[in-house]
């Protein structure tokens, strides 16, 4: 029998995983539902592209895109630890 896999674990490490994949320079489209509604100004807009630049290195480049990347970065690295552990742990 398999293991049930913590989805909230699985998506956050796909995310991470699928932003050290890409390129952050070539211009992907944005996910942004608030530039999909015609709004110009977003909170978020760049944090997916500065986790992304972190993740190749660049993290002058990532701290122009968003302030909000280093922490961001940090906090998911602590999630995904905390719930391995749950998921991984042997008793």
Same mark, same amino acid.
């Given at each position: 029998?398999?293991?049930? +896999?913590?989805?909230?674990?699985?998506?956050?490490?796909? %995310?991470? #995983?699928?932003?050290?994949? +890409?390129?952050?320079?070539?211009?992907?489209? @944005? *996910?942004?539902? *608030? &530039?999909?509604? %015609? *709004?110009?100004?977003?909170?978020?807009c760049?944090?997916?592209?500065?986790? @992304?630049?972190?993740?190749? %290195?660049?993290?002058?480049?990532?701290?122009?895109?968003?302030?909000?990347?280093l922490?961001?970065? #940090? +906090?998911?690295?602590?999630? +995904? #630890?905390?719930?391995? &552990?749950?998921? *991984?742990?042997y008793?």
């Open positions: 029998m398999f293991p049930r +896999i913590n989805m909230e674990l699985a998506a956050w490490v796909a %995310g991470l #995983v699928y932003l050290a994949a +890409i390129d952050p320079h070539a211009g992907l489209p @944005s *996910f942004c539902l *608030f &530039k999909l509604a %015609g *709004f110009s100004g977003c909170p978020g760049g944090l997916g592209t500065s986790v @992304s630049l972190l993740l190749h %290195g660049e993290l002058r480049e990532s701290l122009h895109h968003h302030w909000l990347g922490p961001t970065l #940090v +906090i998911l690295c602590a999630r +995904i #630890v905390q719930l391995a &552990k749950i998921q *991984f742990r008793e």
